[in-house]
């Protein structure tokens, strides 16, 4: 997994945790498989989590998500209308 | 006739079905192995890969496999009267759809809990395995056209209907926001306050119909389509968390209550059937779906006999929760012998009414004058449910009229008609729009891949240019379907993918059954594809040169032709290697031995 040097420094800033959270939906019709979404922060349910260290940075993955998925991602520092904001990037849904 | 009757034959056939047909394919065709360690233990993380009781696995499956779809297919097709959707019911999920879903999970369980469309990559070859994934694609955006159809036809006009779908916004953004940051993941507190908020909007409805509001809450069709479309691009542009996971809670408990709900008062009430067993439109020239009953009744019921979107949730998350491979027989068989329990249920509420007010509510008034018929209830009906119900074909109505005019019969409960018709609506509206949060966001997400290879800054997932960029052009393409079409144009679409997303999956249970060497039993699901496959190819031929090419529905045409090409080209690939590994003798002995499937 890769954190863009803006994203680390963001996120060391506010205390140098994240979390990935992937969200199981059940539906007829499809069956989706939806970009997990990254948080600051500690998550409440711990035990649900892995956790994984990237420069210098704890970041607690849910444990639906492989560790080799985590190669293809990347933590991005966003921002829309000067709200700041990580995202996450390079989910395959395929 | 009595309902009961229908009801003794459907338990009675899916029992025996169970314990001989579902038994006999799970000891000597499968061969389920008992003591094979499952993707559940070999890869038990806590979370996804979890080794899971099978009765809790089976409501898990359930749920995800029943949906609108059971009960709006059967309602649809009682035009021809109620024999043909019953036999198709009854045999269909018995042969083809319990033995399709069973197959794809032991596949899928067999190879770890991957997706179909690894599987046909991996099993029969990568031009079935692209062909799949184009496949699922074009079938995604005709499943949600074809289920926002259905509650564009509940709302239009319906102030009290659009109030309360229209809340259930805010209540879902508000679970979101308190499991977010208020109590974090309490699902359980979070699902009690939904629940509690989305009664009350119900019961909210008929005061919020005679204030200043009402005039607000009033569209037309078109409108409420643009509003839906509209409402599709935020859905997929917003965080998940805010709206579509919290939407989801709602929709999973109240899809359980209304199933449970009218299997018990189609047992207690014990309906009379009205429609009689076959109707003069079983020879073609139906006011709802135009073509004869064979091929039609075939693809207007999917879920219920058998629906090729199964094969997703069977291929999804079920085989990485199955603890042992013998409880893939009341899993995967027994789930779908229960949903086509629920659709013979519909299928009853919708035959209990009387067929002339069963076709008023099914078609435009302009063409159910054409037919000649007199309502007999129907004003009745529509003062129960609080609502003109005429005119809004698309199965949801029909089902929420039926499903009150059997719980009328029961005593107190003949005043709270307009509650159930209306909770019954929000039920079917608030499961669709679930469904179009989740598959708007998984179309934007292709086509930023996709795009991404024209022009790479689209495949950033964040980059918000592309985000609106593909979320509108994702909104745009179903939209523009229900914009321009309607239930007899759009149904008949989505039913032929689905069924035809079935008959690639039943070629892959055939690969799986010649690949563990068994094809002495290859008919299982060689006959049940042979049928599908053709009667569904034909339905589409003949939706292209009767319905569409008339009408100068040019997109509908390329959308079939599309749909039709993938789904040769799959058959020709899977047929291609059958005749190989059978006639040339291309599968070896020591193949099979290290097949995953032995």
Redesign the interface.
Known sequence: MKITKAAKEYILKKGGNIYI?Y?????????????P?VFIGIP??Q??YYIVGVDKINVYV???IYERELENLTI?L?S?LGIKYI?????K?? | MSAMVLVIIAASVYALAYRFYGAFIAAKVLAFDENRTTPAYKFENGYDYVPTNKWVLFGHHFAAIAGAGPLVGPVLAAQFGWLPGALWILIGAVLAGAVHDMVILFASVRHDGSSIIDITRKEVGKVSGVATAIAVIFILVIAMAGLALVVVNALYNSPWGTFTVAATIPIAIFMGIYMKWIRPDDVKGATIIGVTLLILSVVAGPYIEHTALAHYLTFNQKEMTIILATYGFFAAVLPVWLLLVPRDYLSTYMKLGVMLLLAIGVIIVNPTIRMPAITEFVAGGGPIISGKVWPYVFITIACGALSGFHSLVSSGTTPKMIKNEKDILPIAYGAMLAEGFVAMMALIAATSLIPADYFAINVTPEVFQKLGMKVVDLPVLSQLVGENVAGRPGGAVTLGVGMTFIFSKIPFLEHLGAYLYHFVILFEALFILTTIDAGTRIGRYLLQEAGGLIYRPLKDRNWWPGIILTSFLMSFAWGYLVYGGNISTIWPLFGTSNQLLGAIALALGTTVIIKKGKPQYMWITLIPFIFVAATTLYAAYLNIVTNYLPKGNTLLVVLSIAIILLTIIIIIDSAIKWYRWLKKGELTKEAIEASVFN
């Open positions: 959270k969200h199981d939906i059940q539906n007829c019709c499809i069956e989706p498989n939806l970009t979404e409440k349910n035990e649900k849910d444990k639906i991005e966003k829309i995202a996450i990037n390079g989910w849904v395929i």
